[in-house]
């Protein structure tokens, strides 16, 4: 989407001159705006015309309709009583907790749902977006426990007492293993252990010009008001018990005020929920604060992480994409991705996605070692610096015995259209080679 200074909108009618006047008056001097192309259009543009009058049907079509309805033949992909055959609606599935005592070799191949302590919280930050038609299909929301879940939590239980720069980890795999679903119970499963979550499900919306951002006078950083706003209200929902229990070391000056040394750190991020324009130093002094305490770990989990290693959407004042480390709020956890910057105890763990390909990052994957390339090609020698010291860990597709156990949960749900059997398991598993995405779709869909 482009952008534009609103100090160039010369050619936009006298409305939208005034209108976003009165929204620049409202940003902080030391920062020049910037707002989307669209808003613009959306402020100042022409009010759309009425649609035209519809001609009322006949009393004869609406009764044959109701008629219809009656029969059961209308509706257009719900259950009625002529489709039942065709169509069983889902019931839910009682299932045991994915807890830290579950997360075991004993439970691999069974679907755990998520804690009722932690469904709240996972609440606030939304699921990915292909794990959320799995979770409107069948509730509760649930996974099933994989040897790669165990063998991974394990590597994260270590790093509880380590320095986050020894654990920066990128899961890999091809698209649709269930990278985000191992990301997703890694963050339930230190959710259930007290640790400080930070958690990202949709990187790809802080490059992609979803955001207005303002420059930062004299320097080539932008800020993103309304995202650090966002990030920041959902940090502190998520942890405020924990967060409740660790207080500012000094005082901090955050936009226009003053945090005292004592603060509780909930605190903290209330002045960012209430004032967007200090959401960003809100969140340096926090990400600050956090790094330093010893008590309690800190897990920093970003989906769709290869956004963070290729230029954004965002433009510059001369017209060119502008690399993540410009955006403030991506350049902050950035240099902990890197190790720039650490926590004393914890670990950085992201996931890349093929989802949108255009997002794909060639840096990212050459580091990682997902794809080779060419000695006489010049990768980003602003990009690469930040991607070194990044481990891989591979999520493969699944297990027999993984597959089975996600076969019977899907037969518990109801959501097969035919009867469920061990020639219908057999024939989804090898046609979608254990690829859970795949299974996903050949089982809820019938393909």
């Known amino acids: 989407m482009a952008h534009r200074f609103l100090a160039s909108t010369l050619l936009l009618s006298r409305t939208s001159l005034s209108l976003t006047a009165r929204a620049r008056a409202t940003v902080p001097a030391q920062y020049a705006n910037y707002v989307t192309a669209s808003a613009v259009v959306m402020a100042g543009g022409k009010a759309k015309k009425a649609a035209p009058k519809v001609k009322a049907q006949s009393n004869s079509f609406r009764k044959k309709k109701a008629a219809d309805d009656d029969k059961g033949e209308s509706g257009s992909g719900g259950a009625t009583r002529l489709n039942e055959k065709y169509y069983k609606p889902s019931v839910p599935v009682k299932v045991e907790e994915f807890l830290p005592s579950t997360a075991t070799k004993e439970h691999v191949g069974q679907v755990l749902g998520f804690p009722s302590t932690v469904v709240p919280a996972l609440a606030q930050t939304a699921y990915p977006t292909l794990l959320s038609e799995q979770f409107e299909l069948i509730k509760p929301a649930a996974l099933v426990v994989r040897e790669s879940t165990v063998s991974f939590l394990e590597k994260v239980d270590k790093a509880m007492k380590t320095p986050s720069s020894q654990s920066r980890i990128v899961l890999t795999g091809e698209a649709g293993s269930g990278k985000s679903a191992l990301l997703l119970q890694t963050v339930s499963h230190c959710l259930s252990a007290g640790w400080i979550v930070i958690y990202v499900p949709k990187a790809t919306t802080w490059m992609n010009s979803s955001f207005a951002y303002n420059k930062v006078a004299n320097t080539t950083s932008f800020v993103q008001p309304l995202l650090a706003s966002n ?126 390909l255009a997002n794909k990052s060639e840096v990212l994957d050459v580091t990682l070692g997902v794809k080779e390339v060419s000695p006489y090609k010049r990768l980003s020698q602003t990009i690469l610096p930040w991607t070194q010291g990044l481990t891989s860990v591979e999520v493969p597709n699944y297990t027999r015995e993984e597959a089975k156990g996600v076969f019977d949960y899907y037969k518990k749900a109801n959501v097969f259209f035919d009867a469920a059997s061990e020639p219908l398991f057999l024939n989804k598993f090898i046609t979608s080679n254990g690829n859970p995405r795949k299974f996903f779709t050949a089982c809820a869909k019938g393909i």
């Open 231 to 356: 990030l920041v209200g959902q940090i502190q929902n998520v942890n405020k018990s924990v967060l409740d229990k660790i207080t500012t070391s000094e005082t901090a000056m955050v936009g226009r005020h003053e945090v005292e040394k004592g603060t509780k750190l909930s605190a903290l991020l209330e002045v960012g929920v209430k004032d967007q324009f200090a959401a960003q130093d809100v969140m340096e002094v926090f990400m600050k604060e956090i790094g330093a305490q010893k008590d309690i770990p800190t897990l920093v989990a970003v989906d769709e992480v290869n956004s963070f290693f290729r230029p954004t959407q965002y433009l510059s004042q001369d017209g060119k994409e502008l690399d993540p480390e410009h955006l403030k709020l991506s350049k902050l956890f950035l240099n902990y991705i890197s190790g720039k910057s650490t926590f004393k105890h914890g670990a950085i763990v992201a996931a890349t996605s093929d989802t949108l």
